[in-house]
């Protein structure tokens, strides 16, 4: 696509979040806003990103941290002005450029692929994603010209009723041809109410001078939605939720409660797996082919899980590595374990991890049986085919082929009660 860079608008307050924080740190599924954007547009293949930041700007570096430029505004005065913040560091480029925004995060990377590909196979010097909606209230409105190139976007306070009518609205990403936007940059003026520099007056002044600017209009409209409150966070949140979960129905999952289900991203799972309801699976794990995960599951960070192994209600597994059939089927908290093929975990098992001061690893050997409510205090390793009696807690190593029991004797006490 030659030389792409991207410039992330960040530096707003987010007022309606009625927030301490920079809006575009809060998290959406586990992820800053920010960070979302950020990490669509190096999946879309842009590796050189720009973002400018303004208010609580040490929050959203530290959590960006040296992936991108920063640029920096001191006043907010409108998305025209926020992208002149990258000036000095577009005048020597060519290419194109994408204009995205911290606090719309769950465009697809295949959307900004695709914008960037229209725009330069039909050479137009901007190209402007937009959306086809049934109430178009409250956006700037698409003008088209005969041949189907935009004309100019028309803010709704400024539309004629006619122009109202336009079902084709603006979502404020666009590519722009690099050295034409900075020329255009140097005309706008705040001559408005509101005192601001818009974005939209580049899409004018390219077509006084007789450019060529076109538009794609996005498949799913949700993705030009953004966050300006809690109630949309929470949208938002939801949505994407709904499109993972439908991705891995799409690959052969099935998951009988859509709503009480909860992927993260990057979650790899294999066809025929079966999620009950009220599970959550935590980004970067790995679930095999024919399992059944849940319901009342939490698989969390770092978790291999084979073939055919069945984590059942009210589990929570954590670093763990678990091997093809093994079952861990309630109660259980298997945190920085191995669990070996065809090993069965009792109900009530623990992986006591922690001391106080460092983790330490639980390794169990296959075809073990564990009984209920043991604990395990690690580090401490398990051998094969072993079984080890319901209510121990083992703190020693466990030969293969053994038999480990270790709890206190029974003692009874006849008449002790009446005494």
Not at 2 to 12: D, H, K, M, R, S
Not at 145 to 168: C, F, L, Y
Not at 264 to 286: A, C, E, L, R, W
Not at 307 to 329: Q, R, T, Y
Request: with cysteine; net charge negative; glycine share 8%.
């Amino acid at each position: 696509m030659g030389n792409i860079t991207a410039i992330v608008l960040a530096a707003g307050k987010g007022t309606r979040m009625k927030t301490n924080k920079a809006k575009v740190v809060h998290k959406i599924y586990g992820k800053e806003l920010i960070k979302r954007v950020v990490e669509t547009a190096f999946d879309a293949g842009i590796d050189d990103i720009i973002t400018v930041v303004g208010y609580k700007k040490e929050e959203v570096e530290e959590v960006l941290g040296d992936s991108v430029t920063y640029a920096y505004q001191e006043e907010l005065l409108g998305t025209g002005h926020t992208t002149m913040q990258a000036i000095p560091y577009l005048k020597d480029k060519t290419g194109k450029v994408v204009i995205l925004y911290g606090d719309v995060p769950i465009v697809r990377p295949e959307t900004i692929k695709k914008l960037i590909e229209k725009s330069v196979k039909c050479e137009e010097h901007a190209t402007v994603l937009t959306a086809i909606v049934n109430n178009p209230t409250g956006y700037g409105r698409i003008i088209r010209d005969n041949e189907g190139h935009v004309k100019s976007i028309v803010e709704e306070r400024d539309a004629t009723d006619e122009e109202r009518t336009i079902k084709e609205i603006n979502s404020g990403i666009y590519c722009f041809d690099i050295q034409e936007l900075l020329l255009a940059l140097e005309k706008i003026t705040p001559n408005n109410a509101q005192g601001e520099y818009y974005l939209t007056d580049v899409i004018k002044i390219m077509n006084e001078k007789g450019l060529k600017v076109g538009a794609m209009i996005v498949e799913d409209n949700t993705e030009i939605l953004g966050v300006n409150d809690r109630a949309q966070l929470e949208m938002l949140t939801r949505l994407l939720r709904i499109r993972i979960n439908q991705e891995h129905m799409e690959n052969g999952v099935t998951i009988e409660d859509t709503n009480n289900t909860y992927i993260y991203d990057d979650v790899k799972i294999g066809k025929d797996t079966i999620i009950h309801p009220n599970t959550t699976i935590k980004s970067g794990v790995i679930i095999g082919e024919n399992c059944e995960i849940g319901p009342n599951a939490y698989i969390r960070e770092s978790c291999i899980i084979a073939d055919n192994v069945k984590i059942g209600s009210f589990v929570e597994v954590k670093k763990a590595i678990i091997g093809e059939g093994a079952k861990v089927p309630h109660l259980s908290y298997m945190g920085d374990c191995e669990i070996g093929k065809k090993t069965n975990i009792g109900c009530g098992t623990i992986t006591c991890n922690y001391d106080g001061f460092k983790k330490s690893k639980t390794k169990i050997g296959n075809n073990s049986f564990v009984g209920s409510n043991v604990n395990f205090i690690a580090p401490v390793t398990i051998g094969d085919n072993t079984i080890i009696a319901a209510g121990s807690t083992i703190t020693d190593d466990v030969p293969a082929d053994s038999l480990s029991i270790a709890r206190e004797r029974q003692l009874n006490k006849e008449g002790w009660n009446k005494k």
